[in-house]
């Protein structure tokens, strides 16, 4: 398996994705089979090139090949016979959410891996449908849920009694800017994790605290404190925060992006994106009720685990 994003400067949630999901495997092999990571470092099988090099020479389709079975868990991958996840389409449907160049290298890597692939795994049934309509599909497509790490841990007593929480990388697809608003708003503090991403995206205000990266451990803790999540994302492939959240007893707020909406299973509080009137609002009812949604919200995310993930991801390599 292919590991090289742990190497990323932002590994983000594809980062989160690549660890578990190998991790995983490992747990799952069937007979006959063995998983082996490889990237530039930090890796079972070390491939001494720099980084830049080996993304110069796989989008061309050059060597160095890794065998017969690669699974690449983002769309940087050795082609052809890869077998190729595709976390979401945003480069195609809300490109002003990304840079152009960003924009133009998923367009690039994601077109190709649809052509020549072993096949596709896709997160949800959202993504399946919308990469269809933006690229010609050449090989089969598998819809594979992501799984969930259930956080446990004692409340975080360096942050506020009551606040709403936000995970992710800060760029202008999560929509943070709006949720600085809508928290200011209802007098409510906002807690973001996650790192600083691309889109200089400047959360700074005095009802916010920004923790950045973070340790399980300490994401665990801030989950336990929080009253509610927020993800009011503009596009989505799948939204594993919002899992994490329900795993841990924490209400959902959630934009209707079709992949969100998929993941929380009516699970969570659904509002418009981009539209502040309804994500003050969809916050309000939460917070003056946060318990309604915590069962539902439990039992739904207790459906996605990483074995399940793995399973799915062994039957696309079959």
């Known amino acids: ?55 110069a020479l796989w989008e061309r389709g050059l060597p160095p090949r890794l065998g017969p079975h690669v699974h690449a868990p983002t769309p940087l991958a050795p082609l052809p016979g890869a077998v190729v996840t595709v976390h979401d389409v945003v480069p195609w449907t809300h ?40 690229v010609r599909v050449e090989v089969p497509v598998h819809v594979v849920p992501n799984g969930v790490t259930k956080l446990t841990g004692p409340p975080a007593t360096d942050l506020p009694s009551r606040y709403v929480l936000a995970i992710g990388t800060i760029e202008p697809r999560k929509g943070f800017g709006l949720l600085v608003r809508a928290t200011e708003r209802l007098r409510v503090p906002l807690v973001v994790v996650g790192p600083q991403g691309w889109g200089g995206v400047d959360l700074t205000a005095p009802h916010v605290t920004l923790l950045g990266r973070t340790s399980d451990e300490r994401l665990a803790s801030v989950l336990a404190g929080a009253t509610a999540l927020a993800a009011p994302s503009l596009a989505e492939g799948f ?12 209400p959902v707020v959630h934009s209707d992006d079709p992949a969100l909406v998929e993941v929380a299973g009516g699970a969570g509080t659904v ?10 609002e969809g916050l309000r009812a939460v917070l003056a009720d946060p318990h309604h949604t915590v069962e539902a919200g439990i039992a739904r995310a207790s459906e996605f685990t990483w074995e399940k993930t793995a399973q799915g991801v062994w039957e696309a390599h079959a």
Do not use: F
């Open 1 to 55: 398996m292919l590991t090289e994003q742990l190497n990323a400067p932002v590994p983000g949630g594809t980062g989160r994705y690549t660890a578990e999901l190998v991790d995983a495997l490992a747990r799952t092999t069937p007979p006959g089979w063995s998983v082996t990571s490889a990237a530039t470092a930090n890796a079972d099988r070390v491939i001494r090139l720099p980084r830049r090099a080996l993304v």
């Open 95 to 134: 490109p002003e959410t990304l840079t152009p160049r960003g924009v133009a290298w998923h367009r690039k890597v994601i077109s190709r891996a649809a052509r020549e692939a072993r096949a596709l795994v896709v997160p949800t049934k959202a993504v399946a449908s919308q990469l269809e309509e933006c």
């Open 239 to 250: 939204g594993l925060p919002v899992l994490e959240a329900m795993a841990a007893g924490v």
């Open 271 to 280: 509002v418009r994106r981009g539209d502040l009137g309804s994500l003050t």
